[in-house]
């Protein structure tokens, strides 16, 4: 495993100490770490070369270590820390798992809250420490009740929605879906809701608009068109995807009795990246909306909000799906306008592989989660790197078990099973054998 993670580089989940003498630093890796979705410390390693150093008097640091962790850190909370000896050296191994907190350090108060983006530890603002506290809460922003008595939903614009789908709505669906909230004793419509149909939504909720715009060449210099998409969610992304399809090339085949336009960009891939985007935006973030940039070469989606607390890229690659908005998704799904929960990403990279389209490539700042589809042609797969080590093994040892495959990517059975059911699912992988119990089953590349 130690040299599994020192084949990585640092990142979100991953940090390398030279020694524990800057032990503040460790414990604010520690806080970021919990704060953000978990992560690994490996001290005794050069962070830059990766050259093992070990730890002296190992056991005294793990004492110290743990000691100052608890001492430090508001609410409490005791990482997992062990030695382990490597190339005759050893090195002492911090596993912090992500919890609801927020944690800070005591030091400098609870307004002061670390979280991890990339490879570093940076400061929360006021809008994050409230996301984090609503997490602790196991509550998501879009479910708050919106607090004015004057508020009101368009109900025949919900109706009218609802209509289409073949489906009706009541006030006791409201509540149900959480359009509707109850708050000490009075009824108020949630946020999700005024998000998505509330009459006054552009007067409260000014920046949860979609902003259009093709431009000239592969930078922003001169713009060719641009558009604010004001309407209500489940009509924007309609609108969004014609301005997409309204500024995209189109080539063509010419067959014995017709032509056949060809896009430039995935349907399918277009409507899963805005989806994924209205559904995630962390509406909380003031001054930030839901960005479309076309360029001659690629199209960037990009929503505010990186991903939900607790996930990494790799997870939503894989399938693992935590919603930011559960209002705003509900709605959705009730709505038929999304399928199944945590594929988007997957039906994203299968539409451009099997289009041979360049990998499209997913990037995740500390305020902002940016899907970046080229037009290019490329004749590599679009895979992530869980599924690139899973397959070169399967090529080395030609079938893997169940509990192969959760050891190889350190992670559970539950998770495994999930991973090589979208791998299956993908035509990637498949299942030989009848049953688990069965001695020769297993999973082996697809032909």
């Given at each position: 495993m130690i040299e599994k993670w020192l084949s990585q580089d640092e990142s979100k989940t991953l940090e390398f100490k030279e020694g524990t003498q800057s032990l503040t630093n460790i414990i604010k890796t520690v806080v970021a770490f919990a704060n953000t979705a978990g992560g690994i410390i490996i001290i005794g390693v050069q962070d830059r070369t990766k050259k093992i150093v070990g730890v002296k008097n190992a056991l005294d640091e793990e004492e110290r270590l743990i000691s100052s962790i608890s001492d430090s850190i508001s609410p409490f909370l005791i990482p997992h820390v062990e030695i382990q000896t490597y190339r005759k050296k050893e090195l002492i191994i911090i596993k912090i798992a992500q919890a609801a907190g927020p944690y800070y350090l005591k030091a400098s108060g609870p307004d002061a809250v670390l979280v991890r983006s990339g490879s570093t530890n940076r400061l929360a603002d006021a809008e994050l420490i409230n996301s984090l506290r609503l997490f602790a809460r196991k509550t998501t922003f879009d479910e708050t009740p919106f607090l004015n008595k004057k508020a009101m939903l368009d109900m025949q614009a919900i109706k009218k929605s609802f209509k289409e789908v073949k489906k009706t709505i009541t006030n006791k669906k409201l509540e149900n879906l959480g359009l509707l909230v109850t708050h000490m004793g009075d009824t108020y419509p949630s946020i999700g809701a005024m998000i998505l149909f509330g009459t006054s939504r552009e007067k409260d909720f000014p920046d949860a608009i979609i902003r259009c715009a093709k431009f000239i060449g592969t930078n922003k210099a001169y713009i060719h068109d641009h558009i604010d998409i004001t309407a209500y969610p489940t009509s924007a992304l309609d609108q969004a995807i014609s301005f997409v399809e309204k500024n995209s090339f189109k080539s063509a085949t010419i067959g014995r009795m017709r032509r056949t336009d060809i896009p430039q960009y995935p349907p399918i891939a277009i409507r899963e990246a805005i989806t994924n985007a209205i559904i995630h935006a962390d509406y909380a973030i003031k001054g930030a909306s839901i960005m479309i940039a076309m360029f001659d070469d690629r199209i960037e989606i990009t929503n505010p909000g990186g991903l939900t607390f607790g996930m990494t890229i790799e997870d939503a690659i894989a399938g693992s799906s935590k919603v930011r908005n559960r209002v705003i998704a509900k709605i959705f799904k009730e709505l038929d306008l999304i399928e199944h929960w945590g594929s988007g990403l997957q039906r994203i990279i299968q539409t451009c592989t099997e289009k041979d389209l360049?990998?499209?490539?997913?990037?995740?700042?500390?305020?902002?989660?940016?899907?970046?589809?080229?037009?290019?042609?490329?004749?590599?797969?679009?895979?992530?790197?869980?599924?690139?080590?899973?397959?070169?093994?399967?090529?080395?040892?030609?079938?893997?078990?169940?509990?192969?495959?959760?050891?190889?990517?350190?992670?559970?059975?539950?998770?495994?099973?999930?991973?090589?059911?979208?791998?299956?699912?993908?035509?990637?992988?498949?299942?030989?054998?009848?049953?688990?119990?069965?001695?020769?089953?297993?999973?082996?590349?697809?032909?």
């Open positions: 360049k990998a499209p490539m997913f990037e995740e700042h500390i305020n902002e989660f940016k899907i970046t589809l080229y037009a290019t042609k490329s004749s590599q797969t679009s895979r992530a790197p869980f599924q690139e080590e899973f397959i070169t093994y399967l090529k080395k040892k030609e079938k893997i078990s169940t509990k192969e495959a959760a050891d190889l990517w350190d992670i559970s059975t539950r998770n495994a099973l999930r991973r090589l059911k979208n791998l299956a699912d993908a035509g990637i992988i498949k299942k030989v054998g009848t049953s688990l119990k069965d001695p020769h089953s297993g999973y082996i590349l697809a032909k």
